[in-house]
């Protein structure tokens, strides 16, 4: 289970584009990368999912280098409803199933 | 609305006691999971169900199991609930077993007094 790194927090005012990058230095061949969602007191809530290069949809952007060591989810034009925890994840997948682990993520605030 | 269902939407209960936790998943989903989310532990995932059997097990407590029904719906019972045992409870849903789109219903706050 490849182990992700990506920031506490970060502050963005509506309007802009907020790029989050997570670092998986550990990933494996197989693995995806997987984004979430989550705001106070619901569930998470899947964003996007890539294995290479670009993935594109109506809410995100995620870029994925060659090497897969690190992925950026890109957030274009925030606006306060934005304003969320956002979670990394690679891997988990084994044998018999899917269990998601979450690590802290990132708390995105969105300021007027 | 993910279209994943759980009931009830708060629990409040005392300390040894015994509850259930229900959810049904999306339609046409044969695999329900169960994360636990508290302050101090973040979101810890529990167990995984594919079509009626167990599938994976994460960091679930002997006091707790699941089980799924023939009609995909799931059942989480918690036994001599304790203190730390407060959390919010979630079941997610997705079309396959081995799948990292999952689809989270609204949850279940459990507190433990």
């Known amino acids: 289970l490849a182990k992700t790194t990506q920031p506490i927090s970060m502050d963005s005012y509506e309007g802009q584009e907020v790029n989050i990058t997570c670092s998986h230095n550990?990933?494996?061949?197989?693995?995806?990368i997987t984004w979430y969602q989550q705001f106070p007191s619901q569930g998470p809530r899947f964003i996007i999912q890539g294995y290479k290069t670009k993935v594109t949809n109506e809410v995100a952007s995620l870029f994925i280098p060659a090497d897969r060591k690190s992925s950026t989810l890109s957030l274009p034009r925030v606006s306060l409803s934005d304003t969320a925890v956002y979670y990394c994840?690679?891997?988990?997948?084994?044998?018999?199933?899917?269990?998601?682990?979450f690590g802290k993520g990132t708390t995105l605030s969105v300021s007027s | 609305d993910s279209g994943v269902t759980q009931t009830p939407k708060h629990l409040i209960t005392a300390t040894g006691q015994r509850v259930t936790l229900r959810c049904s998943p999306r339609s046409g989903d044969l695999s329900v999971y169960w994360y636990q989310q508290s302050l101090d532990q973040g979101l810890q995932f529990l167990i995984q169900y594919y079509n009626g059997e167990e599938r994976a097990k994460g960091n679930i407590l002997e006091r707790f199991s699941a089980q799924q029904f023939p009609d995909l719906h799931s059942e989480l019972n918690l036994s001599s609930l304790e203190l730390g045992d407060s959390a919010l409870y979630f079941c997610?849903?997705?079309?396959?077993?081995?799948?990292?789109?999952?689809?989270f219903g609204p949850g279940t706050r459990l507190t433990v007094t």
């Open positions: 994840l690679v891997g988990g997948l084994n044998q018999a199933g899917t269990a998601l682990i």
């Open positions: 997610a849903s997705s079309e396959s077993g081995t799948s990292y789109e999952q689809y």
């Open positions: 550990n990933i494996a061949t197989n693995d995806y």
